[in-house]
């Protein structure tokens, strides 16, 4: 029973994946997200049920448009198997627990924000806020008041402390060190794991991002990282890894 039900989620995730995708590209493109039904984005005709079954279309299409056999970009393939593969780990790791409605809103947050930041660098507010909503409602139903309140300071004390990261890097390098996307992001990654491990998912996002951009130097030659989704992943690292993390945390401190 337990393996049907993951299998559901799964798909569910791979449909929200598609979605999101999809809204990934229309925000920052200020297009309607209900209006107009699904296009190609290069020869604009609207596309079919059968070429827009997530995952399976894709491949069955060869990554190309059916009509101008343009090639259809791989990441919303990628964030179509990721809504799968995420959807499906969060439920088997945490059944329906207040982890899997939290790591299950910020893969949202993730989805959107792998299309819109490194293709158009861009995060919306409207998912930023979305997301901050249903963390507290989640937070509503799943803990004590005081518990909530710490979670908004953190919110708070992050937004605070990338904006100090912000001016000081300005000042430094003469230029736009981190965007304004970044630090509201990161607020809300404040709300989505508290203070101690909002700075441990910074220090992975950092890491990570530092490898990415190594390996993708050459190519990059703007020499610019979208840091959005390397802060999403820091987040889900965390929480996918608590019970190894906290431990070490907690001899730390």
């Known amino acids: 029973m337990e393996a049907i039900i993951t299998i559901w989620i799964s798909i569910i995730g791979a449909i929200m994946g598609s979605f999101l995708g999809c809204m990934g590209y229309r925000i920052p ?12 984005s290069y020869c604009k005709k609207p596309l079919k049920w059968y070429m827009n079954i997530p995952i399976l279309s894709y491949i069955f299409l060869h990554g190309k448009c059916k009509y101008c056999h343009k090639k259809i970009g791989i990441i ?15 439920y088997y790791l945490y059944k329906f627990n207040i982890n899997f409605f939290i790591s299950t809103i910020l893969t949202c947050v993730l989805i959107v ?19 901050a909503f249903c963390l507290i409602i989640t937070y509503i139903v799943f803990l004590p008041k005081t518990d909530i309140y710490m979670r908004l300071i953190s919110a708070v004390v ?16 003469e230029t736009e060190s981190l965007g304004d996307g970044d630090i509201k992001l990161m607020a ?14 910074l ?3 950092a890491l990570i991002a530092l490898i990415f951009s190594l390996i993708t130097l050459k190519k990059n030659k703007e020499h610019i990282i979208p840091f959005g989704p390397f802060l999403i992943i820091g987040a889900l690292i965390v929480i996918y890894f608590s019970p190894i993390i906290n431990p070490v945390v907690e001899k730390l401190l």
């Open 188 to 201: 809300v990654l404040g709300l989505s794991l508290g203070l101690i491990n909002s700075f441990i998912s």
């Open 203 to 205: 220090f992975f996002a």
């Open 29 to 40: 493109n200020k297009i309607k997200t209900t209006y107009p039904s699904s296009f190609c």
């Open 76 to 90: 919303y393939f990628i964030v179509e198997v990721l809504g799968f593969i995420l959807f499906g780990l969060n």
């Open 113 to 131: 924000t792998i299309v819109s930041d490194f293709e158009y660098y861009y995060i919306s507010d409207r998912v930023l806020i979305i997301s």
């Open 158 to 173: 992050l937004f605070l402390f990338m904006m100090g990261i912000k001016i000081l890097g300005n000042n430094m390098f």
